[in-house]
């Protein structure tokens, strides 16, 4: 081999060489991956940003509470409750859905519930049946019980306004979440 084609191919070589090497260093054989673990929640499932229509009787399959705040991060009554929902929903994850629309962002994912104002909550049991509040509680949060004009049946329970993470715990006790 003359001197010339040996100048030509080293240099490739080496390249070839030197990413060889460095994928054998980040991952040396006999090495194992870690398995994902096939009990934990999907994580997708539990996101508390959603950005399309909230699909209530695929959540209500997981057997689990189902509280979604409809409202922006454009409104500041919205701001303020931000908080409240990203530790509700750290918290319970795996014991109940809490999720959150910017329906200013995404216009169309409110159109299956009853939005009036923002920010409002329709709050849903894990059998996915409308939650109905007690006389107790429902003496100290407001709700508002949506029915079907053609049949009567009660079809969304929602709570209109801000919502603090004490009124939103006694909801969840309500719904049979544990602390």
């Known amino acids: 081999m003359t001197k010339k084609k040996l100048v030509k191919i080293l240099p490739p070589c080496l390249i070839v060489a030197v990413i060889v090497g460095i994928y054998l260093f980040k991952n040396p054989p006999g090495a194992t991956q870690p398995l994902e673990d096939s009990t934990a929640p999907e994580d997708a499932a539990f996101a508390l940003t959603a950005t399309a229509a909230i699909d209530f009787e695929a959540l209500s399959e997981y057997g689990?509470?189902?509280?979604?705040?409809?409202?922006?991060d454009s409104c500041?009554?919205?701001q303020q409750m931000a908080p409240v929902l990203?530790?509700?929903n750290e918290e319970m994850t795996g014991r109940a859905f809490i999720k959150f629309v910017d329906v200013w962002e995404y216009t169309d994912a409110a159109n299956n519930v009853p939005i009036?104002?923002?920010?409002?909550?329709v709050l849903v049991n894990a059998d996915g049946t409308p939650f109905v509040p007690s006389e107790e509680l429902a003496q100290t949060i407001e709700f508002i019980l949506y029915s079907s004009r053609e049949t009567g049946d009660h079809v969304f329970t929602v709570h209109q306004g801000g919502m603090t993470e004490e009124q939103m715990r006694l909801i969840l006790t309500e719904?049979?979440?544990?602390a």
Do not use: A, N, R
């Open 64 to 72: 689990l509470p189902i509280i979604v705040d409809y409202g922006s």
């Open 86 to 88: 990203e530790t509700m």
């Open 175 to 178: 719904m049979g979440v544990e």
């Open 116 to 121: 009036q104002v923002i920010p409002t909550q």
């Open 76 to 78: 500041i009554p919205c």
